[in-house]
């Protein structure tokens, strides 16, 4: 009798161990299975942040280079006069009517009137001989100076 008392004891104390083992293995399942939900969308924040960071930059970058073509930059130049004379002198003797008219001061009808005389007189010395030229006065003279060479 103690046997078969020990034997039923012992089969109860399985049964009771086997069902909380599989509670608690179902628990940890629960918890693994919580825990990799958790991590996957983690994953999918921090790749949605990379992008609209990407977008963010790729739209920045497009405005920029729109301001840029546009000459909306601060230090852009907003004509091609201006352009002209930021950059290197322009030679009076050498330079083409095009050319000319990017001086400040200087459009077609002048530019033209620069050739003809170049044409007529040979190269243009100094400030003093292209005063000459008809239609270039003092106040032109003034805008043009440094940023031609002869």
Known sequence: MTSLKLL???????????VTFA???TA???????????????????TSVKNVAKESTKSAV??????????????????????ARKTAKVNINT??????QTL?????????????Y???????KDLKELANVPGIGEATLEKLKGAISF
């Open 62 to 83: 497009t405005e920029k280079m729109k301001e840029v073509k546009a000459g909306a930059g601060k230090d852009q130049p907003s004509t091609t006069k201006e352009k």
């Open 95 to 100: 330079s083409d009517a095009k050319t000319l």
């Open 104 to 116: 400040n001061g200087i459009g077609e009808t002048k530019a033209q009137a620069i050739i003809d």
């Open 118 to 124: 170049r044409t007529r007189n040979g190269k243009i």
């Open 8 to 18: 039923l004891t012992l089969g109860v104390a399985m049964a009771v161990s086997s």
């Open 23 to 25: 509670e608690t293995t």
């Open 28 to 46: 940890n399942v629960m918890l693994k299975d919580n825990a990799t939900q958790t991590v996957d969308a983690d994953k999918q924040a921090v």
